[in-house]
């Protein structure tokens, strides 16, 4: 007989309340308290930063403080994002032991790649795209990340059912260009949602049962409804108490001037390759970088894929990777190559160095 | 040296397995403490790490500094209980020192410890590492470092 896990839907809620579940579901199956769990939850909109983020190097502060947008801190890792009504957040909390796996990465593919067959079914081609994210045809639909305390995990994602991609690009301090009809049109080529693609918002049950059956699929599960425990409502109370607080968002304090967004364009034979990068200087890693400009590459979705293989990357292995993303693939570039990219990367950052 | 599935266990030091963390007794009767290669090994390449403020009291299996890796968020957890008295701001500062060097330049923190006669007990060290993180990695489905 297969296991039963739990599924939960909290439904609607505040940030800190739906953060605070994080931690109070994390710690009540760290305890052997509840049984491994697929939940589903919605967020009031809301900026979401990871854990190690901070919010002046992440987020368009006045825009959320205008528009009543709440800020809060993920116990996730992975970078900010904008969460409201329209997407629907999924999350696993499970055991070791019902993984049988270690490798943390390995784990966050088997998830995302069980996640990517509930999308499926419902009728967009979502795959699975290293290192966490779920996309089709080269536009992410889904982000993810995850948080482990002893033997149990908490991994989760969120699914854009419907997406206001302008909204997000004025919350979010991404290597954009300037908001502009440029510039939304080229977030829409990098991310995806199902009312857009199915020609309709899916109903939101729907999309459950079929993550729900794909979760179950993928681990030999059965599930069974459930509710939180009155352990799990206790460690509730206690982590809300420490979360729905201005000492825990702002947790961590970093100057805007050490994540900069760089930029640089380089006139190649082939064409003008352009770039912007947010880069966290004091750990010398490139966080995002989005390219622009005037050449062609096919398939089109090589630079979306470019861009989530350099995403929080070490910069000092750019040409590596770089050369080593290209050299995986088949693609026309009609005279550029692997080292034009890195070179007006490197051109960008070296902006940095001439700031400082 | 113990060496389990191509990780390096030094046994002059004191493990708490299950939160895969070692410890170091110093001359002065504080603690070093660091993650293991295996832990690292798990996690792969550190992104960040967030240290507890120094002065603070941590019982035994309480998160010392919580670290990032490929978008996981985890706790390094202290080995025994005490009084975080020093933190390796070099490897706070550039997390993968943590990965390239889990023994030495990456070492965590420095604890005084308040029941190290007693707790030390929970520890392991010497000739029984290997067969204890032999059995962990088995259960935990590790390949190896």
Redesign the interface.
Known sequence: MNKTWRILDTGLRRAAENIALNRALLEARQAGEAPSTLRFLRFMPSALL???QSAEQELNLDYCHAQGITIQRR????GAIFFDETQLGWELYLH?SD???????AI?QRICTAAARGIQALGVDAQYRP??DIEVDGRKISG???????DALLFQGTLLIQFDVEKMLRVLRIPAEKLSDKAIASARERVANLADLLGAAPDLAEVQVQLQAAFAAAFNIEFAAGDLSEQEQARFETALAEIDSADWVN??QRPRADKPLLEAAIKFPAGLVQVRVHYDA??A?IQQLWFSGDYFISPRRTIADLEACLR?S?ARRLRQNVATFFAERNVDMLGLCAENFSAVIEAALAQQVTAS | MAIVRGCQLPDDLFYHV??NVWARLESDGSIIVGMTAYACS????L??A?PKKIGKEIEQKQTIC?V????????IKAPVSGQLIEINEPAI??P?LINEDPYGRGWVAKIQPKRWDVEKASLVTGAEIAAVFEAK?NT????GC
């Not at chain 1, 116990?75 to 992975?78: C, E, H, N, P, Q």
């Open positions: 990871g854990f190690h116990i996730t890792g992975g070791r993984l049988a796996c270690a490798d943390m990465q966050s290192r966490n993810s990340g995850g948080a482990f305390d002893g947790l961590m004091v750990r890693r929080d070490d | 299950d939160s798990l996690a792969g390449q992104v960040a967030t919580t990032e890796s490929g978008k996981w968020v985890g706790p500062d550039k993968t990695m935990d489905g590790f390949g």
